[in-house]
């Protein structure tokens, strides 16, 4: 094992993920720091919230891109082949979209954090590139979660559990290797741990509603 490109290829898929193109389009679009809106992050759904859903739709699909991009870089520079290879690259570009280096802020305590998305379009991205039919399934199945479940968080956690889904339920029947299976649950508890507050606010049943359920109750 090429130990040397291994690494290099974890460490150019955060890179790649950590690209904030919600930060950028929005601050090209309208001038303001996506940061200062709504819930902060970077992903699509505060990019429509910022700027409209040109922009939130352009955000989320360079996202996608992310979790595909890697998965590609993967085979292509680690010409041996390595299943772990294959979902830690995108499993390190959802890292970097969620906690960007190129988002580094102080907090009124002093410390630093990075600032980023929620992950769900990368990790979309990444099942995407592992293979290209679960992408649109997992993509169809999210929608329909967001409109009769009204909630953007549940959405991007169900992605993450589609992709352990589709790919357990694939390995099973001997098409994939299992590994392809972790990607699913590793990219879940980044997803969840991006989404704490988000979680929190579900429990009060404060969460914002979107949808069906949005329209119903008004």
């Given at each position: 094992?090429?130990?040397?490109?291994?690494?290099?290829?974890?460490?150019?898929s955060y890179?790649?993920?950590?690209?904030?193109?919600?930060?950028?389009i929005v601050k090209l679009k309208t001038g303001n720091d996506i940061r200062d809106i709504q819930s902060g992050?970077?992903?699509?759904?505060?990019?429509?919230?910022?700027?409209?859903?040109?922009?939130?739709l352009s955000t989320a699909l360079l996202d996608i891109g992310k979790g595909t991009v890697?998965?590609?870089?993967?085979?292509?520079?680690?010409?041996?082949?390595?299943?772990?290879?294959?979902?830690?690259?995108?499993?390190?570009?959802?890292?970097?979209?969620?906690?960007?280096?190129?988002?580094i802020q102080r907090r009124p305590d002093g410390?630093?954090?990075?600032?980023?998305?929620?992950?769900?379009a990368t990790c979309l991205g990444g099942s995407?590139?592992?293979?290209?039919?679960s992408g649109i399934v997992i993509f169809i199945i999210a929608v329909l979660i967001f409109y009769f479940v009204g909630y953007a968080s549940v959405t991007t956690m169900s992605v993450a559990f589609l992709s352990t889904l589709v790919?357990?339920?694939?390995?099973?029947?001997?098409?994939?290797?299992?590994?392809?299976?972790?990607?699913?649950?590793?990219?879940?508890?980044?997803?969840?741990?991006?989404?704490?507050?988000?979680?929190?606010?579900?429990?009060?049943g404060t969460e914002r509603l979107h949808g069906f359920r949005a329209r119903k109750k008004e």
């Open positions: 094992m090429d130990l040397l490109t291994f690494f290099g290829v974890i460490v150019l890179i790649i993920g950590a690209i904030p193109f919600g930060f950028i992050r970077t992903g699509g759904t505060n990019a429509m919230r910022a700027a409209g859903l040109g922009v939130g890697t998965v590609w870089l993967a085979r292509t520079m680690y010409l041996d082949g390595s299943h772990w290879l294959e979902i830690l690259a995108p499993v390190f570009a959802i890292i970097g979209h969620n906690y960007s280096i190129f988002l410390k630093f954090r990075l600032a980023g998305g929620a992950g769900g995407l590139g592992l293979w290209w039919p790919f357990g339920v694939g390995a099973a029947m001997g098409y994939f290797p299992w590994t392809y299976a972790y990607f699913g649950l590793l990219a879940g508890f980044l997803l969840v741990w991006s989404l704490k507050p988000n979680i929190v606010r579900l429990k009060e």
